[in-house]
């Protein structure tokens, strides 16, 4: 039976995606003490030991159904340029799939919103140099722009190649097929509806708040195109 991602969501990451939220409402009211400890408490254990349930090495969740032959791996001259989706692609796919996974359906925040916070809070957002380093939710809320046919085996970084996920689906499928995981294409289901925008509201001027300024690339909010 085809599935939609290698294992389903805990209900703690979407508590953890709550406070977060709180959290970055505290800082753009200048509640900087509040936000803090609430990115401290979303460095969870639970988060973590989840996340490396399907990314890890050798688990039962990242382990292939069978191995497909074709289309196999190219050599790296041979795949298509460029390896990652443009900026004008990401800010496609975000209008298309919004802020959720489109595999596990769990909240996702991009990069460039982590590093801006870090450099408010480099104590309570840790991101070292190894994954049991990172923080839990940030790591596990990661947004990764993901190759449905891996790029590895042929795939474009076109719209139609490229979806959001999380860090999970993206490193526990690595560069095997959907088909070889039993998966789903994600556009066999639908993209998952909500207010989670992110944490992009950072990125805004609140009265008499707190904004982050990014030298990143904000996604336009206010989604409307959807498949």
Same mark, same amino acid.
């Given at each position: 039976?085809?599935?939609?991602?290698l *294992?389903g969501?805990?209900?703690?990451i979407?508590?953890a995606?709550? $406070?977060?939220?709180d959290?970055? =409402?505290a800082h753009?009211r200048?509640?900087?003490s509040v936000?803090?400890?609430?990115f401290r408490?979303?460095?969870s254990r639970?988060l973590?030991?989840?996340?490396?349930?399907v990314?890890?090495?050798q688990?039962?969740?990242? *382990?292939?159904?069978?191995?497909?032959?074709h289309?196999a791996?190219?050599?790296?001259?041979r *795949?298509? +340029?460029?390896r !990652?989706?443009?900026?004008?692609?990401?800010r496609l796919?975000?209008?298309?799939?919004?802020?959720?996974c489109? @595999?596990?359906?769990?909240?996702?925040?991009?990069?460039?919103?982590r !590093?801006a916070?870090?450099?408010?809070?480099?104590? &309570?957002?840790?991101?070292?140099?190894?994954? &049991?380093? $990172?923080?839990?939710?940030f790591q596990? +809320?990661? =947004?990764q722009?993901?190759h449905?046919?891996?790029?590895?085996r042929?795939?474009?970084s076109e719209?139609e190649?490229?979806?959001l996920t999380c860090a =999970?689906?993206?490193?526990g499928?690595g560069? @095997?097929?959907?088909?070889? @995981?039993?998966?789903?294409?994600p556009?066999?289901?639908?993209?998952r $509806?909500?207010?989670?925008?992110?944490?992009?509201?950072?990125f805004?001027?609140p009265?008499g708040?707190?904004?982050?300024?990014?030298g990143?690339d904000?996604?336009p909010?206010?989604y409307s195109l959807r498949?």
């Amino acid at each position: 039976m085809r599935r939609t991602c290698l *294992r389903g969501p805990i209900p703690e990451i979407e508590a953890a995606a709550r $406070q977060l939220e709180d959290a970055a =409402a505290a800082h753009c009211r200048g509640e900087h003490s509040v936000a803090e400890a609430l990115f401290r408490a979303t460095d969870s254990r639970i988060l973590w030991d989840w996340l490396d349930s399907v990314w890890g090495k050798q688990t039962i969740y990242n *382990r292939p159904c069978r191995t497909l032959l074709h289309p196999a791996a190219l050599p790296r001259e041979r *795949r298509a +340029m460029p390896r !990652a989706a443009t900026k004008a692609t990401r800010r496609l796919i975000h209008l298309r799939d919004g802020h959720y996974c489109r @595999f596990c359906k769990i909240p996702v925040i991009r990069g460039e919103v982590r !590093a801006a916070l870090r450099r408010d809070y480099p104590d &309570a957002i840790p991101w070292g140099d190894t994954n &049991a380093t $990172q923080h839990a939710a940030f790591q596990l +809320m990661w =947004a990764q722009y993901d190759h449905v046919l891996p790029h590895a085996r042929g795939g474009s970084s076109e719209l139609e190649n490229v979806y959001l996920t999380c860090a =999970a689906c993206n490193y526990g499928r690595g560069n @095997f097929l959907l088909e070889e @995981f039993d998966l789903l294409h994600p556009r066999d289901h639908p993209p998952r $509806q909500g207010n989670w925008d992110g944490l992009e509201r950072i990125f805004e001027v609140p009265p008499g708040g707190s904004t982050i300024v990014a030298g990143a690339d904000p996604v336009p909010l206010g989604y409307s195109l959807r498949v």
